[in-house]
């Protein structure tokens, strides 16, 4: 049973009477059935059908940063954002998926967010969102995580801030003076007020780059101590970013990482399943830091160019990419295909189209696949259709891992303050 939620979100703190996700220390934590929800609960079933499980919406291609690191720098403040309307058609001629995927741009720009989750949420039974934020709309995010908690409470929230360096360097990478201190304060307004939903996961995503790389592991001991994150994903930088040189890291470095950061991995595991029994806080563990382990190995070794993954890229058969203006893809690193407009809007034709199909086959799969990249989404997705991924290669990758395990490891100090009272640069320094 859930407790009712206050009739103004800003009038009281939320609390949760039963099925609360956070320990006696306030950590979050994981209920044993919401292992079994979204990520990290991957053993919920081992064979798929491959059909629609995720859904990725470029919901804006309005933005108010400025990442050095983005993908969709040519695509951004373009003034073609489909209407709400052209995207209700959409909800309303797709088949069910369990995962709604938001992207942008900022999608805490568009006025008609949380109505728009609201349709998959209705139509397409989605009960797992991804909605990233670079966390610079505080009154934005407050409202409408407030409302999709009242409005869709069986909804599983993972609200991903994003978060690349400490302080004036996260600054300079995403171009926004003060951004460091505005996606802390929203961190911790939205920890205050809704810490105790069970169905909100507040993480972060970090873009790892060379300019950050020394700080990354305090960044991570930071959100730690601050008890800010469920978890907190290390990812290197997707296809073609706007400055190439935030992609010049060496295989040591990227090794070298990895290792450092292992023992905050583990450290998010233990918080997370704390309240879980012996054998089975072992199992979701072991899953949880051998899923990391197995992603991110895979996009190291794609880092530096195409390597197979050894499974089958379910791109265009179980997920379907719509970007702000219309245009369709199989995944966001392959180029459009075909426009909603001339299908009107309808998602079952654009799956079924002869232009996806062909975009299938080009993919390829298993031994004839032609094209392997970093993406985490779609390593995440793929590797949910594959048993041999599930059931051996996981609890190996975790099984290797171990040799960077740090026995009795403890949150080193830092100072906090330093971190939080930097000198915010001004506008003309910071940025490309
Ligand atoms: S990566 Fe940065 S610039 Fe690009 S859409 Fe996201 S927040 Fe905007
Ligand atoms: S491997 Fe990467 S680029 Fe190729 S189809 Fe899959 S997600 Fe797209």
């Given at each position: 049973m859930r407790k009712e939620m206050p009739?103004?979100?800003?009038?009281e703190k939320i609390k949760v009477?039963?099925?609360?996700?956070?320990g006696g220390d306030g950590h979050t934590t994981v209920k044993?059935?919401?292992?079994?929800?979204?990520?990290?609960?991957?053993?919920?079933?081992?064979v798929r059908k491959k059909q629609l499980e995720g859904f990725f919406l470029?919901?804006?291609?309005?933005?108010?940063s400025n990442c050095k690191?983005?993908?969709y720098h040519d695509q951004l403040?373009?003034?073609?954002d489909m209407t709400f309307d052209e995207i209700r058609r959409m909800s309303e001629t797709s088949p069910r998926f369990d995962k709604l995927w938001m992207s942008g741009?900022?999608?805490?720009?568009?006025?008609?967010l949380v109505d728009i989750i609201k349709l998959f949420y209705d139509n397409?039974?989605?009960?797992?969102i991804n909605l990233p934020t670079n966390g610079l709309l505080t009154k934005r995010i407050d409202e409408g995580v407030g409302r999709l908690i009242k409005e869709c409470p069986d909804l599983q929230i993972h609200l991903n801030f994003s978060l690349d360096g400490l302080g004036a360097t996260h600054d300079t990478i995403r171009g926004v003076p003060g951004n460091f201190k505005k996606t802390i304060a929203s961190m911790e307004l939205i920890k205050k007020k809704?810490?105790?939903?069970?169905n909100l996961i507040q993480n972060v995503a970090t873009v790892v780059t060379p300019e950050a790389l020394d700080e990354i592991f305090d960044l991570g001991v930071y959100l730690l101590k601050k008890d800010l994150i469920a978890t907190q994903f290390f990812e290197v930088v997707r296809g073609?970013?706007?400055?190439?040189?935030?992609?010049?890291?060496t295989e040591e470095q990227l090794k070298a990482l990895r290792k450092k950061v292992y023992p905050l991995l583990e450290e998010q595991a233990n918080r997370l399943f704390k309240d879980f029994d012996g054998v089975k806080r072992k199992i979701a563990k072991t899953y949880f830091l051998g899923f990391v382990r197995f992603v991110n190995e895979l996009q190291d070794a794609n880092y530096f160019g195409p390597s197979p993954?050894?499974?089958?890229?379910?791109a265009g058969k179980t997920t379907i990419v719509i970007d702000h203006n219309g245009a369709f893809r199989a995944c966001e690193v392959r180029p459009a295909i075909g426009r909603m407009q001339d299908f009107d809007f309808d998602i079952n034709k654009a799956l079924h189209s002869d232009v996806m199909k062909k975009e299938i086959e080009e993919i390829g799969?298993?031994?004839?696949?032609?094209c392997w990249c970093t993406h985490g989404c779609w390593l995440m997705s793929s590797l949910k259709f594959s048993p041999r991924a599930l059931l051996f290669r996981i609890p190996w990758a975790q099984y290797k891992a171990k040799k960077d395990r740090i026995k009795d490891f403890v949150l080193p100090e830092i100072d906090v303050e330093a971190i939080e009272y930097y000198t915010v640069q001004k506008a003309s320094s910071v940025g490309t």
């Open positions: 009739a103004d979100p800003d009038s009477s039963e099925n609360k996700n956070t044993d059935q919401d292992i079994h929800k979204g990520e990290p609960g991957l053993l919920h079933k081992l470029f919901v804006t291609s309005r933005c108010n690191t983005c993908f403040n373009s003034n073609q741009g900022e999608p805490f720009l568009r006025d008609d397409n039974h989605a009960r797992v809704y810490g105790d939903y069970p073609d970013p706007k400055d190439p040189a935030t992609k010049n890291l993954w050894g499974m089958t890229c379910t799969g298993g031994h004839k696949a032609n």
